[in-house]
């Protein structure tokens, strides 16, 4: 006999298609905006740096940081529309956009990352990204080429979260690049290496004058253990449990390197510069170096922290800096006279002074230098109801 079918009233079958609906809408808002926090819980460094209100007064908008690495994929959804038409100088062939690496795209992400989304923020989330490829066999040569090129091309701030040794030649190459971008008003952030721990092994870009040369800081604001110190270090930044690109081919959901502390120094700049876009380059570095949170023992220049960590808020929102004389390098000056520039008396706050002692022993997973990889990311399950919402989790 066959079971007769049961028909619900069609009231009840409203209703309970708009609690459907209803419900699974609920459920996809609740997916996102879980994922979203997850990642600003992984960003740290934007709530140490006050990001949310320094982005009341500048977003970096109308400057262009130049990202010279292993080139930038514009298709992920937190780099749609903010990068311009770029260069590769790696002699095979793939284009700007091209990036197996997945570095270049990280640290542009960190510049300039669009806020929203379930990925990365960028603290200069309205600057632009001229992404330059300049990896492969070419090294240093390619690099130089790649500066004068982001001079050429309106990069006020240019980013090379990369670097190696050279030889006399790509030396002088590279030297004379960065001293025709310093003059055509550009302003060259270098990662100083992750070799602290083992060998220290100096490098260039940020052996060269006219880089300034930036290490790395942890959460507690101590230098960390891989970040490469010398004389070249000339700002720090932080540099670990930073929140990069995050894919199943590039699964380093979390980095560490001076190479994230450079990005971090760029967009701090590209801050600085759109509130003040009458200043120099080297107007915007000088204001930098007096702002920054100096290290415990006052001394500066440290062959840790440079002189001090990164501070935009000093400038943006305590109105503090004096950005002194238009064509002067601040960096260059100090030494050459061996002597620190203006550096007023820091309060106490939370990020005003860092260790500039080498740092104590502790586990470190840092790659060998110039490639950052990341840790991989681990995915959990959260069980409701019979329902399952993944979400990503810090490793």
Known sequence: ??????RMPWKCQLRLAAFSCIFAMGLGLLSSTAAAADMQSRQ????AMQAERMWQTSM????TVAVID???????????GQLLTGRDFSGDGHGASYDSEGHGTSMAMIISGRRGGDGAWGLAPKSKILPIR???PYGILSMAKSIRYAADHGAKVINISRGGPAGEQ??????SAVTYANKKGSLIFGATGNDGDKGNTPSHPSLTSGVVGIGAVDQKLNVAKFSTYGPQVALAAPGTGIA????KKHLNCIAQGTSQATAIASASAALIWSAHPTWTNNQVLRVMMETAGKPEDGKVPSEYLGYGIVRPRKVLLDKEGDPG???????????????????PQSGADDSATGSAQKPADHPDDSPPWPLTAGLAATVSALAAGGLIIARRRKA
């Open 60 to 63: 970096g908008e109308g400057v």
């Open 244 to 247: 990069t690109r995050c894919t």
């Open 325 to 343: 004389p238009a064509d002067v390098n601040p960096l260059l000056a100090a030494r050459e006279t061996t002597a620190p520039p203006k550096t």
């Open 70 to 80: 292993s080139g930038v994929d514009g298709s992920v959804p937190e780099l749609r």
């Open 170 to 175: 790509a030396a002088a190459a590279l030297q």
């Open 134 to 136: 300049s990896t492969g």
């Open 44 to 47: 740290w460094y934007l709530d």
């Open 1 to 6: 006999m066959a079971r007769a079918a049961i």
